[in-house]
């Protein structure tokens, strides 16, 4: 598909001449990032991508900063994180953007998730870029994951010990596959060594897979709010640079404010205080929760509570440990599958009157089931998170793929000029 | 294709499926190196060596924690009243049935429950329950194990393991092996 664009790269001098017809790099970003087309009606949710760029360069800097200082030995983790705080200049800075930051990162993913799910973003022809999405997703838990344990606190040893827990659940060769992990039988030395190594190296995979997401975002096109394409080029889009790089950047400060207010002001909100107790392998703590952005899934992984069986026979299929662990993994892995679990031609919620109600109670069973993930395993907290647990897959295997066929859509503007329009009167 | 362009296998058909192979063979015995650097080390392994225990000590009703492969394990003297209680649950009641007196060892009097202290769901280390009929709670996900180890219910499948041990004298008890010469 050859693109339209807002102007054509003509290097100024000699010197851009020179380089252009050795390495048209000045061209790739000028394709790229200026005379890129984009739908006049982005709105503000769709400027959480150029945050969780930003958000990525920011955690690798402060990143590289902290793995200066930082001791990967169990001896030395907890007082080398704590000379970062009082020693080292600055280090107070600089480990709460990065602790702070990886929360913040979170929120920026959500955000940009769940703007993908109500406006349809994953549909044909962008059901590559979606999953690509999807393995970033995975591959910023596993690096979060990781970065928790470094500190060396009673969460970082109980946490590392419950997720790398969830192999053993394997049968046969699970106990195998966990003791691979962990390079020993139980957490230790070298967990955290390996730990430290990964938690390097996943970020700029990360970044190698935002590279492809852009590409393959760039190949489709941007959809929009109307979830209508693009017809009429010269009126319906803008050149990417100034008009979204100065949106997007505008949201990056507000972002940034919201980000520092935390860092300054409320820097151990989203931590944990049994962090700030050094590992122990005799103690677990009272009550072991995993940071708030793992939360739903933590809960769904807690529901499991029971057998499955062959009825009437009482041979167990899939133990209630088993159980858990793939009812934790699959909420995840469904998500790739949703641009053909959803199979309603039309994108975008606003045309979607029923699933414009079931996206909002979707989006309220995910936060309860947060919830539910902070409370003790226990009574009534059980039974809502099967409850909603049931919910949740129920959401993507039952109701959206019922919804295609079922729902009758509102009437969709014939392009997104005609929409722009309407608005205006409105 | 050859330039000879013959239809039925010929030699170069099989030159080419040797060097695939090989490379494929050659492929993993790189990687396996790669891969199996992760697992245990050898000083790991060295520090799993069975370990000793005075039990004379443990009074009935009391609990010790002990070390082994770097993983905790409790020794708990049952008192005669948890003995009883632990033998009245009905083994249909249970996920994963185990007679309670399998999991009850001792050298003269069969009073010792030892057991390992991971919880068999993730991990964590269960807490005693004060004063109850059940024997230990898990802090991270709400199992509830016996007396002696056994799940009763929570998302943990099965029973705490019971490890290999012995008594090499009527107090001397060694985790981590079966044959008393080990110690
Ligand atoms: C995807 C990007 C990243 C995320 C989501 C992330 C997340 C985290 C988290 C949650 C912690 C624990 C913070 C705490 O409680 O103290 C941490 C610690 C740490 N991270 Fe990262 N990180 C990222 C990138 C990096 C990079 C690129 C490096 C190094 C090059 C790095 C080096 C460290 C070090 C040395 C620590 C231990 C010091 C500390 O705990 O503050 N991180 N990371
Ligand atoms: S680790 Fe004990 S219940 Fe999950």
């Known amino acids: 598909m050859a693109h339209e664009q807002h102007g054509i790269y003509e290097p100024k001098n000699g010197f851009m001449q020179w380089i252009d017809v050795r390495l048209p790099l000045p061209r790739l970003v000028y394709d790229s ?57 600055y280090g107070w800075l600089i480990r709460r953007i990065h602790a702070n930051g990886a929360s913040m990162f979170f929120v920026a993913v959500y955000i940009h998730m769940f703007r993908g799910m109500y406006y349809g973003s994953y549909k044909a022809p962008r059901e590559i870029l979606w999953i690509l999405g999807v393995i970033i997703f995975l591959l910023m838990m596993a690096a979060a994951f990781m970065g928790y344990v470094l500190p060396w606190g009673q969460m970082s040893f109980w ?9 053993s659940a394997i049968p046969l060769i699970g106990t195998g596959i966990q003791e691979l992990l962990l390079g020993g039988y139980a957490v230790g030395n070298p967990t955290l060594n390996r730990f430290f190594s990964l938690h390097y190296l996943l970020p700029f995979m990360i970044a190698g ?14 959809s929009n709010p109307t979830g209508v ?9 803008v050149p990417f640079t100034p008009y979204a790089t100065l ?44 940071e708030w952005y793992f939360l739903p899934f933590y809960a769904i992984l807690r529901a499991i509570t029971f057998n499955i069986e062959i009825p009437f026979t009482g041979i167990v299929l899939i133990d209630s440990k088993l159980g858990g662990v793939i009812a934790m993994f699959g909420s995840i892995i469904v ?70 066929w079922k729902e009758k859509p509102s009437a969709i503007p014939a392009s997104i000029a005609d929409a722009v329009l309407a608005d205006k009167k409105a | 294709m050859s330039a000879n362009d013959v239809k039925d296998p010929n ?15 050659g492929t993993a015995a790189v990687a396996w190196p790669f891969i199996d650097q992760m697992n245990p080390s050898a000083e790991t392994r060295a520090a799993g060596l069975p370990v000793e225990i005075d039990v004379s000590s443990i009074e009935a009703g009391q609990s010790v924690t002990i070390m082994w492969r770097s993983k905790p394990y409790f020794i708990r003297r049952l008192t005669t009243k948890e003995l009883s209680e632990v033998s009245k649950v009905s083994l249909n009641d249970l996920k994963d049935p185990q007679a309670a007196d399998e999991r009850i060892g ?35 996900h709400g199992s509830v194990f016996d007396m002696t180890g056994r799940i009763l219910r929570g998302p943990a499948a099965t029973n705490l393991p019971v490890p290999p041990y012995v008594f090499a004298t009527a107090n001397k008890l060694i985790v981590g092996t079966t044959n008393p010469e080990d110690a």
């Not at chain 1, 946490?159 to 192999?167: D, P, S």
């Not at chain 1, 394409?229 to 889009?237: A, G, P």
């Open chain 2, 106 to 140: 001792g050298s003269e009097v069969k009073d010792l429950v030892i057991v390992a202290s991971n919880c068999t769901h993730l991990g964590c280390i269960p807490k005693e329950i004060e004063n109850g009929a059940e024997g230990w709670k898990c802090p991270c």
């Open chain 1, 209 to 222: 897979v935002v590279v492809l997401h852009v590409w393959a975002l760039h190949v489709t096109g941007q």
């Open chain 1, 229 to 237: 394409e693009v017809k009429n080029f010269r009126k319906e889009t």
């Open chain 1, 247 to 290: 949106k997007d950047a505008l949201a990056m400060v507000l972002f940034f404010i919201v980000f520092a207010w935390f860092v300054f002001y409320l820097p151990d909100y989203m931590g944990h205080p049994d962090n700030y107790i050094p590992a122990d392998p005799l103690v677990t703590p009272a009550h072991i929760v995993p």
């Open chain 1, 159 to 167: 946490g590392a010990t419950v997720i790398t827990g969830f192999f």
């Open chain 1, 33 to 89: 990032f200026v005379a890129y087309p984009v739908p006049k009606n982005l709105n503000g949710w769709y400027t959480f991508g150029g945050i969780l760029s930003i958000m990525l360069v920011v955690q690798i800097i402060t990143g590289i900063v902290l793995a200066m200082h930082f001791a990967a030995s169990t001896q030395l983790a907890f007082n080398s994180v704590e000379t970062i705080m009082r020693d080292v200049n």
């Open chain 2, 11 to 25: 030699r170069r058909d099989f030159l080419y499926i040797a060097t695939g192979a090989m490379g494929a063979v």
């Open chain 1, 335 to 404: 998500l790739f599958f949703l641009p053909w679990l959803d199979t309603s031609k039309v994108r975008s919620a606003r045309y979607r009157p029923l699933f414009r109600q079931f996206f909002w109670i979707f989006a309220g069973v995910c936060v309860a089931l947060g919830y539910l993930g902070s409370r003790p395993a226990e009574g009534i907290y059980t039974l809502l998170s099967q409850i909603f647990t049931a919910y949740y897959f129920g959401h993507f295997l039952i109701i959206l793929p019922l919804l295609g």
